[in-house]
């Protein structure tokens, strides 16, 4: 699919409405993009100020007033922050917060989980972690370099969680009779799964709960190195998806190519947390070719059509 652009024409706009401060809100716009020296600062009260460049612009940004997520619930708002763009002139009523703060999170403190796309994280006084991470989310699929200065901008995102990270989950088997690895999967987060309510036909999520999974691959057809296979959404009730590596021709508004085929040594699922939580990220080996007369492929195609199974996929949806 190709969701990325309309991702960022909404992230843009809802951007350029922002003044001073928002209301909570589930999927924020990025902190920035293409950065330069951001930093994080938190005090005893919860409110967190990111510093840092934009556009040779220094800019000081405050979040506050939540922390994790909570399970999707038709009609009711994500955990989202509170965002004052005054650097805490509006919130706080201090035209030099940004310069008084009192930072009680600290680097070596840090004792949380292995974040991925890190550029700092702390732990704070009250036991909760905030965390700064820079992602290429835009990148074209299907391994094309980027052609657009938006394909490649680096976007910086906060988080504050307590307790445990989103998870994704992923099983690999095969499709079309063993013509093509396939990829099945759920993401979940407290043991809830992570989905939206409303998204348009090729997945770009249309409500602050939906999230797209991002699927790169590793020395592929594509060359040397992680490129971008594709993304595709997170769906209800399980949090499920499914994608199999068949050959596809590009999307509108891309380089014209003959159909494109990603197969790699291995691969990466990341995707934004839910609610505040942190951007996640696993990797896996491919499964490689399928090969009947081999065990213990055999067994993972047994495995993999059951996952299919009893995430209730159709055939359409998912191919055995």
């Known amino acids: 699919m ?6 960022l ?8 409405a922002v003044v001073l401060v928002t209301p909570a809100v589930g999927t924020l716009p990025p902190v920035g993009r293409n950065v330069v020296a951001p930093s994080l600062k938190v005090d005893s009260k919860g409110y967190a100020l990111i510093s840092f460049k934009e556009s040779g612009k220094l800019k000081h940004v405050l979040f506050y007033g939540a922390v994790n997520a909570i399970p999707p619930v038709a009609g ?4 989202g922050f509170k965002v004052d763009y005054s650097g805490g002139w509006k919130t706080l009523k201090n ?7 009192k930072n009680v999170c600290s680097g070596p403190k840090y004792d949380g989980p292995a974040l991925p796309l890190k550029v700092f994280a702390c732990k704070a006084a009250d036991g909760s972690y905030w965390a700064l991470q820079q992602w290429q989310r835009m990148l074209p699929d299907l391994g094309f370099a980027p052609w657009r200065p938006e394909q490649a901008v680096q976007e910086l995102h906060i988080s504050h969680w307590k307790g445990p990270l989103p998870v994704l989950t992923a099983k690999m088997d095969w499709a079309w009779g ?10 979940t987060y407290a043991g809830k799964p992570v989905y939206g309510f409303k998204a348009t036909s090729v997945g770009v999520p249309l409500d602050d709960w939906g999230r797209n999974v991002y699927l ?3 020395n592929s057809k594509y060359g040397t190195g992680w490129k971008r296979e594709n993304s595709f ?3 209800g009730p399980s949090g499920r998806f499914c994608y199999s590596f068949s050959p596809r021709p590009p999307y509108p508004g891309y380089p014209a190519s003959p159909p494109r085929q990603g197969n790699g040594t291995k691969y990466r699922l990341t995707a934004l947390g839910p609610g505040v939580t942190p951007i996640v990220s696993i990797e896996f080996p491919a499964i490689g070719p399928w090969d009947p007369k081999d065990p213990a492929k055999v067994q993972a195609e047994a495995d993999g059509n059951a996952l299919v199974a009893s995430l209730a996929f159709t055939p359409s949806q998912c191919h055995t």
Do not use: W
């Not at 190709?2 to 991702?7: D, E, K, L, P, T």
């Not at 009711?76 to 955990?79: H, V």
């Open 2 to 7: 190709n969701a990325q652009r309309a991702v």
């Open 9 to 16: 024409a909404l992230t843009a706009s809802a951007l350029a």
């Open 76 to 79: 009711k708002q994500p955990t």
């Open 95 to 101: 035209a030099n917060y940004y310069k008084t703060i």
């Open 178 to 187: 063993g013509q093509y690895e396939q990829l099945i999967g759920t993401y």
């Open 216 to 218: 790169d691959t590793f």
């Open 233 to 235: 959404l997170a769906q």
